[in-house]
């Protein structure tokens, strides 16, 4: 297997469809005259012309509501949200009609699109270019949401999110576009809610997303060292959600920490400890632990947004915590 | 008024369309009134010219894409009452299985591609499907209704000018009936909203929203030069609602009078008038015209005693429809 | 004490402070010309004139964008946004700009502002008029979010709103308007992040909020006829959450069900339930119980939406449930 | 270039800030290319005459909103480049105290409202700031900055349209240098700009953002009369951004060509035009003017190294000015 970086994979995934389905299509902000900042649609203008990688005006609402429309009738558009940031503007077209538009209709009309945006802090970029604002979307019925950790993931998942007949939200990481992973040259899909044991592991188990997948290996491999094995699981698509998968490793261990680069209070974190705590109560020793990104705007020094997010270290120490039984509030 | 080139049996349709909603509204309005209805409703009469004389231009293939006061528009575009009634009732056989209700009534097998309750949700919406069109190398053209207060919302002016940009084969219908909700449109609408999308490069057309042969003509001609990829184009229809803003809107006249209301109805209904039209031009009699009349009564009576007496969908279905793939959304809730 | 309604509470609340402080104007449609739809506002254009009652175009993310600039430069703009569904289409401007810009400024801007809004289902409005988003906005740092359960806190909430230095986003409960509840005539304000113990039990605690009080309230009325003494907690503002008032009570009876009308998903219930089993784990008999919303949108047909909300005989059926030790999960 | 009232001082004051901001971009340019600023910046350099040509025509209590390219309003406005340094790297005495950075440098104190790192996202905040002055009943107005790009932005005309309505104190200044991000205005924008702003009834205007006098007699006429209540008005000013979109695009010929660069910069350069006429005038001497670069790259240099060398802000400050009543919103999740 040849290694390929993470922009490579999504490359690969929008061409293949493209070449596969001719009502695929791209479209979004400097999609096709600079293949987007990240460089990550570089080439495809050229094999599949503007009519099918289309530049918009800076008009996300404008955009993504022509895309539920194209969808409606019969394509299936990629929107291209430059920063995940930005999808405060398209809320009502991807809330209120594309989740929406099969189920109102009696499942007469539906909405097969994608919509491709990122998520991550550490980049500089300060409080409106690096937001992780999937709770959002993973709070609305009808959307499905999708995570991937690696050039692996990114491509399998962006594969089946484009045959997906649903409205699909995928979060990209944006300081992994140029990471290295192993891709299988063949064709592959990766069925959504499946998750994907990482790493094998007996005293605790880590369940991060995206980004916080490699901080939970590396914490991982920290706590390998001192003769913890933790369990590292990576969900994939938040919406649907791998539930057994979590359960059978949190009742193996029964120790979890759920680890996100969203914000912590009202996000992804109070979901799935929820659901392990309600479904796995008798088998923990302390409940879930949950980290999140801290609740504050992401501030632009260096100084400071480096300690909002989950570090590898951060996790270890409170998986340490968890192991020697510190982490259960005094009362 | 104005002349087109359609027959005799085109006149007829379209007086028999008109007639047709004036009584799905007569009817659904009686329903509310009599407490058997589930919510509000938005009335369309006195606005039927605008949603007959536009899709009387169109074929089944063309799109519409519809509003909060959406029961014209599907009616025009061929829609059947039973399954419209039954909708507006929450019932299982309605076109959306109960589960849209009147802001949400859809029929995507006449193109409509549904009514919406955001206001000016659907422009986005109309300009993909007119985007689908033209990558497909199709040949349908879609048209957006919207309402005057509906120009106000950002969107319009993103859509019109990506539309602009790509010679999308998209109409822009503007219902100016002269109030969103209790606001006439001089105090929310600054300048002319022809020439808002003038400015945009599209061509825009004021028109009598109550003369129903104007109406079709114009559209004919748009609709003919939109599928040679002339769009996309912009109409405002001047016309007027007779009802409240929804049924429950009964004492108006804090913001507007009822001599205006009276004028509008006796002076300018689209359906009197149209029908003095068929009659002078003897394209039909009276008789003729009365029996119409009452065909579309009794159809419509026996519509709303159906859905009264259809059964509400099994609470089973609460479930379904959330995801194409996934019969019950809350199994995956289950470990 | 006078009963007054919801609507009358919170009109009152608008009318005395906009008397106390000439900064403050409302903002919205429909506002003064009808007094809003549901007729909360009747009169206070008389009051003030159409400069503080401002009716505008149909433009939400316009004008909620425009309150923030007046609430940047020294007024106080009470921003009514008609139904809560049109969050989705104001998310930038209050969560890109209202909530970061103290931040953002390092402390050197501030947005003092309200926004009202509503939620609640079965009232037969269907998807696009029916949702409980209260979710979103309590995910995202900078906001505030209050949730008046009677006409009480809709007052005392809505005046201390009014005169809070960042921006507040208050959801009223659209069936609640007309209910009747006792309201001081003489001032007063309801301090954010102190919870309410509505009724006192031992048994059990049962956490709502806005529309869910009332569920809760009727729901332990049941089960104190089975002799089930049910605690009820209002939170009242969900940001911030009075944690220790949760967690006291939750020690107390040992067995909590968190009870909320958004989509139960990615929800309020999540955060709720994991604070306490994050905090209290070695006091519960059983891990806090969820109820929110079914993920579903909503949907017209009667038949089918009063099924998708908690109601009091679910309610108490879940706790009896829990009080037997029912709702663990199998392995 | 066209004349203007302002005696010897504005000009000089005009030239210098035009230096200063040219001055500013060259060191922030420098920062980034030696890798010492965090993350990215969008230079200004090129379009001084827009920035001072608009801040010259106002007072301190004039508010304008920026943007993303936002150094230049910020100079412009009156703001110090060691408070600005040290926010573009991130420091304790930056304006925001580090927390905002060169997308989100705000100067309240001068009128400077913010940066935006949300194209068109300060479109609402303008127009709501001359809401206040004409509710309050105070004199100051509102200048809107923002690029073609930001014209698609479907915000500007929802508030376009109130400003209209309601005769807000606002200019709205777009500020069009050909591009936005890699793609070329044409591309872009469908039929008029100005004519978007004409069809909500808003007097619009364009000129030649490379003449510093043409744009500030402009601005000093319509902030007169929007002192007096004849708002708003609409400009739109022809410019050009020297470097890249930000300062990592750095090879641009897939998207404009090197001649087009060389062209504006030599024949159409804002401070070389505006020097010359300065000397042909008689108004300053070559030395003099010499003399005031000098002086400029000197602060620079100096407040670069202040910065370089300043102190970031404690890791406590990280959950300060969340909330203004909360000194530590994080305390909040302790029980
Ligand atoms: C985004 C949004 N804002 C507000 C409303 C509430 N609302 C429903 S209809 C309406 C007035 C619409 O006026 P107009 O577009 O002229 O259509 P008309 O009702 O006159 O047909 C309003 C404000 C809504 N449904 N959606
Ligand atoms: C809402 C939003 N969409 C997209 C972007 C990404 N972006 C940043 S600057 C820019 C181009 C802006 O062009 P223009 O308004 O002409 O300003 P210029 O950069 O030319 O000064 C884009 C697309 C953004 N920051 N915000
Ligand atoms: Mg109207
Ligand atoms: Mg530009």
Redesign the interface.
């Known amino acids: 297997m040849r290694d390929i970086t993470l922009s490579q994979a999504v490359n690969e995934a929008l061409a293949e469809e493209m070449r596969r389905d001719e009502?695929v299509?791209i479209i979004g902000?400097?999609v096709a005259?600079?293949g987007t900042?990240f460089k990550v649609l570089s080439g495809l203008v050229e094999e599949f012309g503007t009519?099918?990688v289309v530049?918009?005006?800076?008009?996300e609402?404008?955009?993504?509501?022509?895309?539920?429309?194209?969808?409606?009738?019969?394509?299936r558009?990629v929107v291209d949200l430059m920063f995940g940031?930005?999808?405060?503007?398209i809320?009502?077209?991807?809330?209120?009609?594309a989740?929406?538009?099969?189920?109102?209709?009696?499942?007469?009309?539906?909405v097969p699109l994608v919509l491709r945006t990122n998520l991550g802090a550490t980049?500089?970029?300060?409080?409106?270019?690096s937001q992780s604002l999937h709770?959002?979307v993973?709070?609305?019925?009808?959307l499905?949401v999708a995570m991937p950790s690696s050039a692996y993931e990114a491509k399998g998942l962006m594969k089946t999110a484009i045959r997906?007949?649903?409205p699909v939200v995928i979060f990209e990481d944006k300081l992994m576009y140029n990471d290295n992973a192993p891709v299988p040259e063949e064709e592959f899909l990766i069925p959504f809610?499946e998750a994907n044991i990482k790493r094998e592991g007996s005293d605790i188990t880590l369940i991060g997303n995206s980004s916080m997948v490699q901080v939970c290996e590396t914490a991982a491999e920290i706590l390998a060292k001192e003769g913890i094995e933790a369990e590292v699981i990576d969900p994939r698509t938040?919406?649907?959600?791998d539930?057994?998968a979590i359960?059978k490793s949190a009742?193996k261990t029964s120790r979890v920490i759920v680890v996100d680069e969203?914000?912590q209070?009202?996000?992804?974190?109070?979901?799935i400890?929820?659901r392990i705590?309600?479904?796995?109560?008798?088998?923990l020793d302390?409940?879930?632990?949950?980290m999140g990104a801290?609740?504050?705007?992401v501030?632009?020094?260096?100084?400071?947004e480096d300690?909002?997010v989950p570090t590898p270290e951060t996790v270890a120490e409170n998986a340490r915590k968890l192991m020697s039984r510190e982490m259960?509030?005094a009362? | 008024m104005a002349k087109t080139k359609t027959n005799t049996e085109d006149y007829m349709r379209m007086y028999r369309q008109m007639v047709r909603i004036r009584t799905f509204e007569d009817n659904a309005n009686q329903l509310y009134l009599s407490a058997k209805m589930p919510g509000l409703t938005h009335m369309y009469s006195g606005e039927e010219a605008v949603a007959v004389g536009i899709c009387e231009a169109l074929t089944t293939d063309d799109?519409i894409?519809s509003t909060h006061r959406g029961h014209g528009h599907c009616v025009a575009k061929g829609a059947e009452f039973k399954e419209m009634f039954c909708e507006l009732l929450g019932k299982k056989e309605?076109?959306?299985?109960?589960?849209?209700g009147s802001m949400?009534i859809?029929d995507?097998s006449n193109g409509n591609?549904?009514a919406?309750a955001?206001v000016g949700?659907?422009?986005?919406?109309?300009?993909?499907?007119?985007?689908?069109?033209k990558?497909?190398g199709k040949d349908d053209v879609?048209v957006c209704f919207f309402g005057d207060g509906a120009t106000a919302q950002?969107?319009l002016y993103?859509?019109m000018?990506?539309a602009a940009?790509w010679k999308l084969p998209v109409i822009y219908a503007c219902e100016n009936n002269g109030y969103s909700e209790y606001t006439r449109t001089e105090e929310i609408a600054a300048g002319s909203i022809t020439a808002r999308a003038e400015a945009f490069g599209i061509e825009a057309h004021q028109v009598d929203g109550q003369d129903v042969l104007a109406v079709n003509e114009l559209t004919q001609k748009l609709v003919a030069r939109a599928r040679k990829g002339e769009g996309p184009f912009f109409m405002e229809l001047m016309t007027y609602r007779y009802h409240g803003h929804h049924v429950g809107d009964i004492n108006r006249e804090y913001y507007r009078s009822k001599d205006e209301e009276k004028d509008w109805k006796e002076n300018k209904d689209p359906i009197i008038k149209f029908r003095s039209w068929l009659v002078e031009q003897g394209i039909a009699g009276e008789d003729e015209i009365e029996a119409m009349n009452a065909e579309v009564k009794k159809d419509a009576e026996e519509a709303v005693a159906y859905a009264e007496a259809a059964p509400y969908p099994d609470q089973s279905e609460v479930d379904?429809?959330?995801?194409?793939?996934?019969e019950h959304?809350l199994e995956?809730?289950t470990?």
């Open positions: 009502t299509f902000e400097d005259e600079a900042p009519e099918r530049d918009t005006p800076i008009a609402p404008g955009f993504m509501g022509l895309a539920v429309g194209a969808a409606l009738t019969g394509t558009p940031d930005f999808i405060y503007l809320m009502d077209q991807l809330c209120n009609q989740a929406k538009a099969y189920y109102m209709s009696g499942g007469k009309l539906n980049r500089r970029s300060a409080a409106q270019h709770a959002l993973a709070h609305i019925p009808g499905k997906d007949d649903n809610g938040i919406v649907p959600l539930e057994a359960l009742k969203g914000h209070s009202f996000g992804i974190t109070g979901e400890a929820s705590n309600e479904k796995a109560f008798y088998h302390a409940p879930a632990l949950r801290m609740d504050v705007p501030p632009f020094s260096p100084a400071l300690i909002t259960i509030h009362a | 799109k894409t309605g076109y959306c299985r109960g589960k849209g949400h859809a995507q591609l549904g919406n955001i949700g659907s422009m986005g919406i109309a300009t993909g499907s007119a985007f689908t069109s990558l497909l879609t950002g969107l993103e859509v000018n990506m940009l379904m429809h959330v995801y194409t793939d996934i959304a995956r809730d470990a």
